[in-house]
């Protein structure tokens, strides 16, 4: 089936340090991924679409330029928390679309970020 | 805009008894799909069953069932035969065809299977 790698699954950093997350779709290329973020026992906040060689689709109150989006191929898009404060520190997790099954949204397993 | 309604924030049931928990969803849309996720307490969110608006039949997936009322705009999961492995999170989503094919989710729903 369809595999979603995420790296890395958790990731301590220093307040003001960026910090890279990778989603990679293993065995089915994605032209769409979407970043999520999520906060303890809430739902999943979709904060941008990324497609492939285009810039990505922000959602409304997401800041651009503190969450950069990079999918420079079919298989592979990188979030990155730039400046990163105590308040960044959250659960995201990426998701890959796999455009020839009508149903097939493929989420990798997720990275909690702790800001220090 | 598109919204997904979860009324349950938590849930408990026996083991070996069937649970449904409740989805509503509320679009203008004619073609859409309907998702359920389930969220162990890892974090990683697994794909349990879709249903498209266009689907005549109600999807089943093993012990999981979704029963689709179009009228009523409600999307329930039914997990039959509950076992202790099925504590979890659990999310329903609303994918909008066309128009970025983002998916909308609820707020969840808590369960929890006890003996």
């Known amino acids: 089936g369809a595999v979603v790698s995420q790296h890395p699954s958790r990731v301590i950093c220093k307040s003001g340090t960026s910090v890279k997350i990778e989603c990679r779709s293993l065995?089915?290329?994605?032209?769409?991924m979407f970043w999520y973020r999520q906060f303890p026992k809430q739902s999943l906040m979709l904060m941008a679409t990324s497609n492939e060689g285009s810039k990505a689709t922000y959602e409304q109150g997401v800041e651009k330029d503190k969450f950069l989006i990079n999918h420079a191929s079919l298989t592979l898009s990188t979030l990155t928390v730039t400046s990163a404060h105590p308040e960044d520190s959250s659960f995201y997790i990426c998701s890959a679309r796999m455009e020839i099954v009508e149903y097939g949204y493929t989420f990798g397993s997720g990275t909690r970020l702790t800001v220090v | 805009a598109q919204k997904i309604t979860q009324t349950q924030p938590g849930m408990f049931v026996q083991e070996k008894e069937a649970v449904t928990l409740d989805c509503t969803y509320d679009t203008s849309d004619q073609s859409y799909g309907l998702f359920w996720y389930k969220q162990p307490s890892s974090g990683e969110m697994i794909f349990l069953i879709y249903?498209?608006?266009?689907?005549?039949q109600n999807a089943t997936e093993g012990r999981y069932s979704l029963n689709f009322q179009k009228a009523r705009k409600s999307a329930n999961l039914v997990i039959s035969a509950s076992q202790l492995g099925d504590s979890a999170m659990y999310f329903c989503?609303?994918?909008?065809?066309?128009?970025?094919?983002?998916?909308?989710f609820g707020t969840g729903t808590q369960l929890k299977v006890e003996l």
């Open positions: 989503a609303m994918r909008r065809i066309g128009g970025g094919n983002k998916l909308t």
């Open positions: 065995d089915f290329q994605a032209t769409t």
């Open positions: 249903q498209g608006s266009y689907d005549e």
